[in-house]
């Protein structure tokens, strides 16, 4: 294949990225150098001379299917794609239809909170009444959650902005499975994108699990510190964990401690 016909193909899946994303990822941020592939010569006995010839020429054929910059209207080799507005990228969110969670919702919970928070919360998913309401964390551990935040000083109508792995709730609030988890993640990778805060708190294993893309377990990392594309990240007891088992409050509060000295230092910088 030709280096021209490369550019062009990855031109067009960066636009594609771009588009299902909202963004353009750093994986596709700079166009890679393409060069001519080198032909070799393949020799079978009894085969025709041509062969390697036509077979070149078939697959070149086959893989560019004719793509010309023409082809591909409003793009250009150094095209990029602008970001979209949180409001436009949550308008997609309550379209989505990507993975079989669509089928059982009632509501798409796609976050809430101000558009340039300090601080992002990330859970699992909806749950029942998130589910009604197209709401984050709006049930009995919503409110946990909102007093948590509040005793260091976070509040999800001033400085912070809530989110989950997942945007809509699994059936009888089961975890939600890893093809639906990774069928949603591009939108939470969109909002971090856009809203660029300065901490990330992950409320349970899952959350911590798929932001970092490691094997966790909560009981033994909660309130360390990981990192999201040079955000700190924190995990800490989920707030239905703590409803369910009060002795995690004590450990949930040396965390969110922990979080607001770090949070303090980065504004003091």
């Known amino acids: 294949m030709k280096a021209n016909e490369k550019q062009l193909i990855y031109t067009l899946l960066k636009t594609a990225d771009a588009y299902e994303c909202g963004y353009t990822r750093d ?10 592939d080198v032909e070799t010569e393949v020799q079978m006995s009894g085969s025709n001379p041509n062969m390697t010839n036509n077979v070149s020429h078939n697959l070149t054929n086959n ?10 209207p409003n793009m250009t080799q150094d095209s990029t794609i602008s970001p979209l507005s949180l409001d436009e990228l949550n308008a997609k969110i309550l379209r989505c239809t990507r993975c079989g969670l669509a089928r059982t919702r009632n509501n798409v919970v796609p976050g ?32 946990l959650l909102d007093r948590m935040l509040a005793a260091i000083g976070l509040d999800r109508k001033t ?11 699994p059936p ?7 093809d639906e ?16 805060p300065k901490m990330i708190l992950c409320m349970g294993k899952i959350a911590i699990e798929k ?6 377990a909560i009981t033994q990392k909660h309130g360390e510190f990981f ?22 409050k004590r450990p949930a509060w040396e965390d969110l401690k922990k979080f607001k000295k770090r949070l303090d230092e980065i504004r003091a910088n």
């Open 181 to 196: 988890q990774s069928a949603c993640f591009s939108f939470l990778e969109a909002q971090i994108h856009i809203l660029k």
């Open 211 to 216: 932001i970092t893309g490691q094997s966790i």
């Open 172 to 178: 009888e609030n089961r975890n939600p499975f890893p």
């Open 112 to 143: 809430m909170g101000v558009q340039n928070p300090e601080v992002l919360v990330v859970g699992e998913g909806p749950g029942h009444d998130e589910d009604m309401q197209g709401l984050p964390f709006v049930g009995k551990a919503g409110v």
């Open 27 to 36: 994986k596709f941020a700079s166009m890679p150098e393409f060069e001519d």
């Open 159 to 169: 400085n912070c902005y809530i989110a989950n792995i997942v945007k809509c709730r």
């Open 227 to 248: 990192e999201y594309n040079g955000i700190p990240v924190m995990p800490t007891y989920h707030p239905s964990a703590l409803l369910r088992n009060e002795e995690l």
């Open 63 to 72: 893989a560019s299917h004719n793509i010309t910059q023409e082809s591909i």
